[in-house]
T-cell receptor, first 116, second 116 residues
Framework: GAVVSQHPSWVICKSGTSVKIECRSL??????MFWYRQFPKQSLMLMAT?????????EQGVEKDKFLINHASLTLSTLTVTSAHPEDSSFYIC????????????FGPGTRLLVL | AQKVTQAQTEISVVEKEDVTLDCVYE???????LFWYKQPPSGELVFLIR??????QNEISGRYSWNFQKSTSSFNFTITASQVVDSAVYFC?????????????FGKGTKLSVIP
């Protein structure tokens, strides 16, 4: 199988605080992980592509200083929402690509962030 | 630029009916991959199928079948004898093939409601 976990699944925080979301590939090594954001009743929007051991590549319009991504190992990537504001409230989903030739992305269960 | 269009925003069917979800794509790549993912109310995206642009054979997996027609740039998904558990949002997605090019472009999704 190809299992991807995310933690936490739910987070509620006060405006101005930082929130860290972890994405782990449990039974495979993920050379590349992706972070998506999904607003209610909308599609997934790619935020950034994260390769192990290198800096993440951010999509246009995504603030790299706002959304810090670290991919320190082949099984773990983290997304930190810094100084969160209510407009950052969303559903954040990570995915992982197995190996260097596997084209399929396997998705984590997502993290619902609510900033008050 | 790549684009995926799922023209059906919402579909409702009565249990045991067949239903087809449409997907039309645009790409300038000569080789690419097409995907279908299911997103139940829990939020996690479940991988259903990946299809290489080289392979135009239709595929059947249980009650699910996929019709890939390169001539019309379509990759439609049919559920036969629908069940309540099929209720979810279904996303069609496109990815270029080739080393390092695994970013997914998602359609806006089709919400399927199966009524008992």
């Amino acid at each position: 199988g190809a299992v991807v976990s995310q933690h936490p699944s739910w987070v509620i925080c006060k405006s101005g605080t930082s929130v860290k979301i972890e994405c782990r590939s449990l039974d495979f090594q993920a050379t590349t992980m992706f972070w998506y954001r999904q607003f209610p009743k909308q599609s997934l929007m790619l935020m950034a592509t994260s390769n192990e051991g290198s800096k993440a590549t951010y999509e246009q319009g995504v603030e790299k200083d706002k959304f810090l991504i670290n991919h320190a190992s082949l099984t773990l990537s983290t997304l930190t929402v810094t100084s969160a504001h209510p407009e950052d409230s969303s559903f954040y989903i990570c995915s992982a690509r197995r190996g260097s030739t596997q084209e399929t992305q396997y998705f984590g269960p997502g993290t619902r962030l609510l900033v008050l | 630029a790549q684009k995926v269009t799922q023209a059906q925003t919402e579909i409702s069917v009565v249990e045991k009916e067949d239903v087809t979800l449409d997907c039309v794509y645009e790409t300038r790549d000569t080789t690419y991959y097409l995907f279908w993912y299911k997103q139940p109310p829990s939020g996690e995206l479940v991988f259903l199928i990946r299809r290489n642009s080289f392979d135009e054979q239709n595929e059947i997996s249980g009650r699910y079948s996929w019709n890939f027609q390169k001539s019309t740039s379509s990759f439609n998904f049919t559920i036969t004898a629908s069940q309540v558990v099929d209720s979810a949002v279904y996303f069609c997605a496109l990815s270029p093939s080739g080393a390092g090019s695994y970013q997914l472009t998602f359609g806006k999704g089709t919400k399927l409601s199966v009524i008992p």
